[in-house]
């Protein structure tokens, strides 16, 4: 079983009287434990792939299955259960709730899935420590630099240990050394706990830590490679 | 306190000069209700009692049908026995004993068909404020006493005088031809003109001997320390009625039936008034959380995208929507109480009012209470706007899209 299949993916946009074809015909499938990445220009579909593999936009046509699970078709409310049960979302401007602390964002996904408070407790200190934050879980993320807001992110992401990591440009705004932690622990958590990944990058430092390299040009797949990683 | 609580009450002061001012919005109107109902039924209290007090207390025994139809013949039998033995069971009621009748009262010069009340002059002045508005001579006295009080109007259209003999002319309660000479030795001013204009008060005694009543008379008026009293004395009034009696116990409110719809009426407009500043509130509201959720889709769509559903997303709001409710709610209530209790304390004197209230015997102030449902209503009906006001920009967040959300900055 596939931990993401895509079939025959088509989405296209309309930007002003322009037709954009944001995929075009995109098939692909990644194994459970597989750190794949999406390569593209702007503008490429990388976004619009990962999108449509977590349920948050939908293709016009084609199918997209998660697990076992096709995706394409499901409610508003059952694609939101998958995500907050199977799926992680890791974005570009890390995205944390500014009137939360470290702890509380990472506390909040495991409320809305109604884990106990004490076995919420336990869970986010375990993975703020794991993630290199111990000592700060009592800031907001405006007191704190955007590595650490994007490991409170990753943090936040991970914490429920789903199947599927669907990380958006996760480093673009990090300095070199902070992307080089992070796609550590990105990879140690696909080692350890054989979570899939899924990152959408133009970054080549990050590329290096791919398994598996699937370059988009204009909504299509040109490449798709196999690689030992860094 | 969880987590979804406190994400509410703190996105509740990411902005707190608007919090406030939504704050301060419901605080005004919820303060300003809670003062203006307060004295709204305040005045009522005092309307209804000082309308009682004049002449028809807060409650009367009476024969069956004699409130609809005032027949002579229905009567109260020994009714003086019958008040004296309330007024030993009741010690904390004002009870005194009255007979009606109708007679042609003339002087020298002119005749008028008016209402004569037989009462009991030492009880009298306990269940009606008419004795107390004597404004020439003195009440009448003794239980027999040829002798009779006259409003003031009726004076005037009579021509008489303290002094001056009326000759009264009526029917008895055996049909047959009643009359009497009486000497007028009071005149009073209520101030009401159907009241001045109509009617005349002479001893309970008197009035059984010209009416030929055989001990008989047509009510008994009880006062109780107050309208809530009232209430729950009648049926101990009720029960206590001589067995095998077909008496009746009327409240006021069967009694004054006007009073109740007069109130109404006051009502109505009122709360029209209380209506649309609530409504204005409402739309204070309304625009604060529809700045708010405009301004937060970005974080809504990373939520949704984190797997909050819409209808989740929406109770995030209407908590927030909430809290601000009823921190307006309990500000508000608070305030509204403050300023009624110095009313309360101080009592409050509309202008112009303190003269007329003085000519009619009337407190010429009113001190106000804050009751329970009047620090309450109108708080909770701008909290239930305040939520409906909420539940647009709430229904909004089941259409966001988390990608486009996610677009908007």
């Given amino acids: 079983m596939a931990a993401v299949r895509c079939v025959d993916l088509c989405k296209t946009y309309r930007q002003g009287d322009q037709d954009i074809k944001a995929l075009d015909h995109v098939s692909i499938e990644i194994e459970p434990g597989g750190f794949v990445c999406l390569s593209a220009p702007s503008g490429g579909g990388k976004t619009t792939l990962l999108n449509a593999i977590g349920g948050l936009d939908m293709p016009d046509s084609g199918e997209v299955w998660v697990a076992d699970r096709r995706i394409d078709q499901l409610s508003k409310g059952a694609l939101a259960e998958l995500r907050l049960s199977s799926i992680g979302f ?47 879980e009592d800031r907001r993320p405006a007191e704190m630099s955007g590595g650490q ?14 199947a599927l990591v669907l990380a958006d440009e996760p480093t673009a705004n990090l300095d070199s050394k902070t992307s080089d932690e992070l796609m550590t622990l990105f990879t140690e958590l696909n080692e350890h706990h054989n979570t899939t990944f899924v990152i959408a990058t133009h970054d080549q430092r990050v590329m290096g830590y791919a398994k598996r390299l699937i370059r988009m040009l204009d909504g299509r797949i040109v490449d798709d490679i196999e690689q030992h990683a860094a | 306190m969880n987590i979804v609580m406190r994400l509410a009450w703190r996105n509740l002061w990411r902005h707190q000069r608007r919090t406030w001012l939504t704050v301060g919005a419901m605080m005004f109107a919820n303060t300003l209700l809670v003062f203006m109902i307060s004295m709204q039924f305040s005045m009522y209290g005092l309307m209804i009692e000082n309308t009682l007090k004049l002449f028809t207390g807060h409650m009367q025994i009476q024969a069956p049908g004699y409130k609809d139809d005032q027949k002579m013949r229905q009567t109260v039998a020994d009714i003086v026995p019958l008040a004296a033995s309330l007024r030993a069971e009741f010690p904390d009621e004002k009870i005194a004993a009255r007979g009606q009748a109708f007679a042609l009262a003339s002087s020298e010069d002119r005749s008028y068909g008016i209402g004569i009340f037989g009462v009991e002059p030492e009880f009298e002045p306990q269940v009606s ?18 002798e009779i009080v006259v409003g003031a109007v009726l004076a005037r259209n009579l021509r008489v005088g ?4 009326l000759t009264l002319l009526g029917s ?192 010429t102030r009113v001190y106000l209470e804050a009751t329970p449902l009047s620090v309450v209503i109108g708080p909770s009906v701008v909290f239930l706007f305040t939520l409906l006001a909420a539940a647009y920009p709430a229904l909004r967040l089941y259409k966001l899209h988390p990608v486009e959300a996610m677009r908007t900055n």
């Avoid at chain 1, 807001?149 to 789903?162: G, K, W």
């Avoid at chain 2, 404020?129 to 040829?146: D, F, H, M, Q, W």
């Avoid at chain 2, 303290?162 to 003999?165: K, L, M, N, S, T």
């Fill in chain 2, 162 to 165: 303290i002094g001056d003999e």
């Fill in chain 1, 90 to 136: 890791v974005f570009q401007a890390y995205n944390l709730i500014p009137v939360l602390t470290a702890r509380e964002n990472i506390e909040f996904v495991m409320q809305v899935q109604g884990v106990p408070a004490a076995e919420r407790a336990k869970k986010s200190m375990a993975i703020l420590e794991e993630v290199g934050l111990k000592g700060l």
């Fill in chain 2, 172 to 363: 008895g309660l055996d049909g047959s031809f009643a009359a009497a000479v009486v000497t007028i030795v009071g005149i009073f001013d209520s101030g009401v003109v159907d009241v001045d204009r109509n009617i005349a008060q002479i001893p309970l005694g008197a009035f059984q001997d010209i009416f030929f009543m055989d001990g008989a008379g047509h009510q008994v008026v009880i006062s109780a320390p107050t309208l809530d009293a009232a209430a729950a004395v009648l049926p101990k009034i009720v029960a206590a009625m001589p067995p095998g009696s077909d008496l009746v116990v009327h409240d006021w409110d069967a009694l004054q039936p006007g009073l109740k719809q007069a109130i109404k009426a006051d009502m109505s407009s009122a709360f029209f008034m209380y209506g649309i500043l609530v409504i204005l509130v409402a739309f204070s509201v309304l625009n604060t959380q529809l700045m708010s959720v405009l301004e937060r889709t970005h974080e809504f769509g990373i939520v949704m995208s984190l797997g909050l559903k819409p209808g989740q997303l929406g109770r995030l709001v209407m908590l927030e929507t909430t809290l601000l409710g009823l921190i307006g709610f309990v500000l508000g209530a608070i305030g509204g109480v403050l300023l009624t209790s110095y009313f309360g304390v101080n009592g409050l004197s509309i202008p112009g009012m303190e003269e007329m209230a003085a000519n009619f015997n009337l407190p």
């Fill in chain 1, 149 to 162: 807001q994007q490991r409170v992110a990753v943090a936040r992401a991970i914490v429920s240990r789903p």
């Fill in chain 2, 129 to 146: 404020s008419i004795p107390g508005l004597i404004k020439e001579g003195r009440y009448v006295r003794g239980k027999n006493a040829t």
